[in-house]
């Protein structure tokens, strides 16, 4: 793996380590003078929220169709948190959740709640259900139950490495949501994520906006700082992906069998620890043959598991597990948890038990990702094609066995993409900072070169040795976490990429 070229030895003197570059996309007047602009939005108090919150909800409307914006419109659901500062307020942060499908309103117990006070007391900071989530106008395909299970959703092969239920659970989706989803998931893409953002940052009265980008959110901030360059201020994007116009999704998926491969070590290190209550074998180097055996033989003889959806405990929701549980440290010991459950030497863990309103929002989410996947480009059609590169791939990287290249519902998706898809290029200000870890499992930093490639001086990327999904303020990396905040309140851009050591 190429490795990153900068370091900063310590995080306490990152800022004064680094020289900076002045950022042409700056409005002008120093912070600290910036004023709240012309909003036009009737903020209330957010459902849910306790009357204390200091949220506030408001709608705004844009059209189903910018080509058409004197047609049908719909909703989108923003939120704000206003600057604690008044007197240093610089403008609004933006928080684009990832996805797709993702939502960013929740400020409180979400991305707002992360920020430090020097961010909080510059920024209004501002979040959304983008077109199609929550409390938008909302999208649902109305799919069964058990097409909603995870080890289902994403394209696991069967034991054997036989893709025809992958085949026909694609078709079945596609088919469904195209029936069901009618025009507004018909609507979905990431060019019009960019386009309502643009239109949200209109009804805030604002003439630029900063964004922080998470996930798939880095995708939807590159591509609104590549539609509308000139109205960005200040941009984050947070465990980056690969912005390659000619796979957009399709890329995403395949970027799992590196991901995964990367932060494996991590895992196995940790459930090798000796003082490790989950422990699960004397070395790191054992984890990896007893996950491969554990889930082999988990496809030969699943167990039963009451209430789990599926009922049973088989290799595919073995390695489902693993990969959900990659994104972060503290979900390692549910993953050895069930892993000993399947060696027999613990008993199965109480299957979670979703209510109604957990099952609406999953049928949310996966009806906006499948717009968006599926809207944002053409993908292959050939079932052959699929089932080749699942033989090659189960054969390179058996703890994915042939997921991220395997079929999904957009080979059947009947509608054209409407346009093709925003190519990331580095047109436009030098106001962009990428944050990463090397170890993602599922934006992987391989991807995240690409991006930085793409943007080219328009960026600069900040690299951590952590591993996990999230960067700012989610690894406790106080070098990586000082330049993004240095950035985010001065405007000081490191003058080229860091890399940022463990700890």
């Known amino acids: 793996m190429p490795k990153p070229t900068r370091t900063i030895a310590a995080a306490a003197t990152a800022a004064a380590a680094l020289a ?96 430090p006070q020097s961010v909080r ?59 069901k989803g009618g025009p507004v998931l018909r609507s979905i893409s990431t060019a019009n994520e960019a386009r309502d953002i643009d239109s949200v940052r209109r009804a805030l009265g604002e003439r630029r906006l900063s964004v922080w980008g998470v996930s798939y959110g880095t995708y939807a901030g590159a591509v609104y700082a590549a539609m509308f360059p000139q109205r960005t201020d200040r941009i984050v994007l947070d465990s980056n992906d690969d912005p390659d116009p000619t796979r957009v999704g399709r890329g995403w998926l395949e970027g799992y ?62 390695r489902e597990t693993l990969l959900e549980s990659l994104y972060s440290d503290a979900r390692f010991p549910g993953l050895a948890r069930l892993m000993l459950a399947g060696l027999g030497r613990a008993p199965l863990p109480a299957a979670p038990k979703p209510s109604e309103r957990d099952l609406r929002a999953v049928q949310n989410t996966l009806a906006v990702s499948v717009g968006t996947l599926c809207n944002d480009v053409r993908w292959p059609t050939d ?44 047109r436009g200000p030098s106001n962009v900072l990428l944050t990463q870890n090397l170890r993602d499992p599922a934006t992987p930093y391989t991807g995240a070169l690409k991006l930085r490639a793409a943007l080219g001086d328009r960026a600069r990327m900040v690299t951590v040795d952590s591993g996990g999904h999230g960067v700012y303020r989610s690894t406790g990396n106080a070098c990586g976490d000082e330049v993004v905040t240095d950035y985010l309140v001065s405007g000081r851009r490191p003058a080229r990429d860091v890399f940022c050591p463990a700890g």
Do not use: H
């Open 257 to 318: 069998g590196q991901g995964i491969e990367d932060r494996f070590p991590d895992f196995a290190r940790w459930a090798s620890a000796p003082d490790n209550p989950d422990r699960l074998a004397d070395t790191p180097e054992e984890v990896r043959p007893l996950f491969l055996d554990l889930a082999a033989r988990l496809d030969r003889a699943p167990l039963p598991w009451e209430g789990a959806n599926p009922a049973e405990l088989n290799g595919n929701v073995l």
């Open 383 to 426: 079932p052959a094609g699929y089932a080749k590169a699942v033989t090659a791939d189960r054969a390179a990287r058996p703890l994915t066995a042939g997921l991220p290249v395997n079929v999904m519902p957009c080979a059947f998706w009947p509608f054209a993409p409407a346009e093709p898809p925003v190519r990331v290029t580095d």
């Open 20 to 115: 900076v570059t002045a950022l042409t996309a700056l409005p002008a007047g120093a912070a600290g003078t910036a004023k709240p602009g012309n909003d036009r939005l009737a903020w209330t108090t957010c459902p849910d929220a306790p009357a204390d919150s200091p949220q506030r909800c408001a709608d705004v409307t844009v059209p189903l169709d910018y080509a058409d914006p004197d047609g049908a419109r719909l909703t989108i659901a923003v939120s704000r948190i206003t600057a604690a500062d008044p007197r240093l307020r610089r403008g609004v942060l933006l928080a684009v959740p990832g996805g797709p499908g993702g939502s960013s309103l929740d400020l409180v117990k979400g991305m707002a709640g992360r920020l």
């Open 121 to 179: 007391d510059r920024y209004d900071v501002v979040g959304f259900d983008p077109r199609g989530v929550g409390r938008s106008t909302p999208v649902d395909c109305g799919l069964d139950t058990a097409d909603l299970a995870m080890s289902k959703v994403r394209p696991w092969p069967a034991a054997d490495g036989s893709i025809e239920e992958n085949l026909a659970t694609a078709r079945r989706v596609a088919e469904t949501c195209a029936r």
